[in-house]
């Protein structure tokens, strides 16, 4: 008759007195491809890839901020993609994390690229031969004011008024006062933006 015993999470019966139970062992896993010695880590870098992990740790760690792989670059006298390269390898090894965040300038350049689409409609539905002869006028004549555009292309001064107004809106066009020739209020006069500039050279 089977004597009665308790069974311990390790495995091992524990028998009444007089009874020997036998021990039921649980085959051991090895974890040990799952773990690394930090021994074991130094061993993965180079001297370089320590040397980058090094600054980037006693940069967050001392000073509180963040490494700049241009930074990086001027304290270890080494090219800004060389640098970019180790990170990338001690990242592999878990060891950092490489984040990127865009600059104010790449911002301005995300923005202007989401307006550009519907910069570019606007321009096409806003674009007749004469708005486009403006363009030309402007382009060759720079701070021209209304009555010249007007006078120089024979077009009315509704229609020069209402075409700058809309190039203006657009922004192919640029006002400004111009300079005072007698007295009182100085004419507004007009250029090119730099958008405009292109809009007229696509259409001669």
Known sequence: MQKPYGTYAFGVGQASI????????????????????SNDWTRELTERQREVLTIVVENKVYRNRDSRIPELAAQMGIAPAAV???????????????????????KRIYERLQ????????????????KIAILRFLRDHPDATTTEVSEELELSDYTTVNGLRVLNAIALISKQRGPALRRGVPPYVYRLTAHGLDVASRHG
């Not at 390898?89 to 950092?96: D, F, G, M, S």
Request: hydrophobic share 35%; net charge negative.
């Open 84 to 106: 970019a390269k180790h990170l990338l390898e001690i990242e592999k090894n878990a060891l950092l994390l490489v984040m990127v965040s865009p600059s104010e300038q790449g």
């Open 18 to 37: 007089g009874y020997h139970p036998r021990k039921h062992l649980s085959p051991l896993l090895d974890f040990s491809p799952l773990r690394m010695h």
């Open 115 to 130: 307006f550009e689409p519907r910069l570019e409609r606007q321009t096409s539905e806003a674009l007749d031969a004469q």
